[in-house]
């Protein structure tokens, strides 16, 4: 597959990549390198990923336990800690191997430490590869706060391994499934065309599926790498989604991000028909589809008084307004649009029916 190119970086895929990356490391004459990974990705990706590693280099692993409640500052400053004792220098890399919250927490780490120290970022998970490692952002949570603190900051390079997939429960695969919908819907109708029947879905093409799905968000981050423009129609279904994420995290109702996010871009569809962005079929299309993917998640008064609360919190907010982006039609997307109160509360209704 043919390398795509980002901003400042290259994606690099399969087989290929690692020839790339190792000759980079040859190239780079880096000091020493750390591989930051976490405990399912040091068992069951690390095996995967060393015997394709050819250097000289002196490695280090650094592991941290795995889950989203770890993607914190807390976390950050233990990591801090051993790259310091480890003699990490302005001359290190450190190569993130793990899902989103490994390449999050990696960059933001790598971005900071000592000003900046170069990284690179090979994902094991469908979410990561899709969505988290692409574009160059990088942070960590606030409390229940998603992605408070962080900086925009790309990696050397980004290695797409498509064989990690083999590792992953099908939870995990439903995740990132959910962010290559968002693309479709904000960008390509043709490519969210592909999903509306799984059932005659050749996943043997996955790697193409995939390949198509980095192409779309590498050419809107693109044309606007800070997010001060058409960025923000990557937002679809995160305004809502996220505060759901946070809002269930630590309880026994926790999702993974892309099980949140499916509900928040059935509930923002929803929002966008009755803007009258979306037509009625448009609409009940999305929903079914999606839900016909993703279980359907009960929400009670309360749970819905606090996810409006949240928002207050969304980093995308401005002047104390909380912004949606909205599809303007499937395969168009609108930016900078604000919800009163009552439609995201009908929003809610129309998704229990």
Known sequence: MQSISANNYFIHFNEKGYSILNDFLVEKNYSSLFILVDSHTNEFCLPLFLPYLATEISIEIIEIEAGENLKNIETCAQIWTALTELGADRKSLIINVGGGVITDIGGFIASTYKRGIDFVN????LLGMVDASVGGKNGVDLGHLKNQIGTITVPQLLLIDTRFLETLPQNEMRSGLAEMLKHGLIRDKLYWEQFLDLSTLNFNDLDVLIYRSIEIKNEIVKQDPTEN???????????????????FLDTEKQLLHGEAIAVGMVLESYISREKGLLTEAEYQQIKETIIGIFETVEFGENDIENIQNLLIHDKKNEYGKVQFALLDGIGKCIINQSVDKELIIKSFEDYKI
């Open 122 to 125: 090979v994902p094991t998970t």
């Open 229 to 247: 423009g058409i960025r923000k129609a990557l937002n679809f279904g995160h305004t809502l989604g996220h505060a759901i994420e946070s809002h």
